[in-house]
């Protein structure tokens, strides 16, 4: 079964078909982020305009080596995100599952991220293969969610953010310390040459599977306001102090709960040093998928969408946005 994926939630442009929800055939993803490096950060109506401008030509590249008559679905990200960048995404799939008699169905962002992890893996030899129940860790420039899967499809929300989603904080942090714009892979990169020595805090959120990391962020600003800090070292701090605080957590929700695994997603879950941290301390097998397939992409929503039809979920012509949509 093959399946045309249609993301535009955000800053990307994205689609992808997808062959049995994990044989990649392609994947298109026209990022905006020269764009909005400019203003330090994603301008929702120029993200919109770009949407149009640039959606049904990278549908067209994602369509180039199959036809329409294969392709047995269409998958679109209709929430959360940004209202009229998905408004483009949901739009031209709509159109073009009643122009072509195709049948569709309605993604969540965030339970696409979690389906990254079925991509170019195979599901039954074991090698890869995802194992329920399993507890999700979702963190991106607007989640930081622990979520349990008990099957596909089936989600129980655990804990969230109070404040900064992980994504955000650190392109808020990578603007204080003068970084660029996503603040997460220049973070990244300019803690290589940096120490994690400097004093920041975690906050544990003792008795709850939540997150917060406004305090953190706050913290950084003041030592950096202070002076006398080099930025590779309040780099690596920083992300030191985020990454011990999620694999902590999680791990510890993981034993609570009693799960055969945990699975990693979300453009923060691109991160080595987390990846690393959460490989050297976890009692279960942690799958992270590949740093490409971490942060936006429309392959992720048409794996996604594979789940949906084989469960019979198919969406209406009337399908709308649901911008502040949640996941279990
Ligand atoms: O999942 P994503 O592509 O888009 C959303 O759904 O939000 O995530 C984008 C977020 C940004 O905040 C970006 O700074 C962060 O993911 N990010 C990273 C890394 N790559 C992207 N954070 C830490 N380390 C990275 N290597
Ligand atoms: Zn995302």
Redesign the pocket.
Same mark, same amino acid.
């Given at each position: 079964m093959k399946i045309l994926g249609i993301e535009t939630s955000?800053d990307e442009t994205a689609a992808a078909v997808v062959e049995d929800g994990s044989g990649i055939i392609s994947n298109i993803v026209a990022s905006q982020i020269d764009i909005h490096a400019r203003y330090g950060g994603i301008v929702p109506e120029v993200a919109s305009r770009q949407h149009l401008l640039t959606i049904i030509p990278v549908i067209s590249q994602a369509m180039s080596k199959v036809s329409w008559q294969d392709i047995n679905g269409i998958a679109v990200t209709f929430g959360p995100g940004l209202a009229g960048s998905l408004l483009v995404g949901v739009n031209v799939a709509k159109a073009i599952a009643l122009a072509k008699k195709i049948p569709l169905t309605g993604v969540n +962002?965030l339970e696409a +991220?979690v389906y990254a992890n079925w991509l170019n893996t195979s599901q039954t030899d074991g090698k890869g293969a995802v194992k329920f129940p399993c507890l999700c860790l979702i963190v991106?420039?607007?989640h930081s969610d622990l979520v349990l899967m008990k099957g596909h499809g089936q989600f129980e929300k655990l804990g969230r953010t109070r404040d900064d989603a992980a994504?955000?904080a650190?392109?808020k942090a990578a603007r204080i310390l003068g970084l660029g714009y996503?603040?997460?892979?220049a973070?990244?990169q300019a803690a290589c040459a940096g120490v994690p020595s400097l004093p920041l805090p975690r906050a544990w959120l003792k008795e709850s599977h939540d997150f917060s990391f406004s305090g953190l962020k706050t913290a950084l600003w003041h030592l950096v306001d202070k002076g006398e800090v080099s930025v590779a070292d309040a780099a690596a701090s920083f992300q030191s102090a985020v990454a011990d605080v999620l694999v902590v957590k999680t791990i510890e929700g993981a034993k609570q709960l009693d799960v055969e695994q945990i699975l990693l997603s979300?453009?923060?879950a691109?991160?080595k040093v987390l990846a690393r941290h959460f490989l050297n301390n976890s009692p279960v097998p942690v799958l992270i998928p590949p740093a490409h397939l971490c942060?936006?992409n429309a392959a992720m929503v048409a794996a996604c969408g594979y789940y949906h039809f084989q469960a019979g979920k198919i969406s209406g012509y009337d399908l709308d946005v649901v911008p502040s949509l949640s996941l279990g």
């Open positions: 955000c +962002h +991220h991106s420039g607007g994504g955000e650190f392109d996503p603040g997460g892979p973070i990244e979300g453009g923060v691109a991160n942060t936006d």
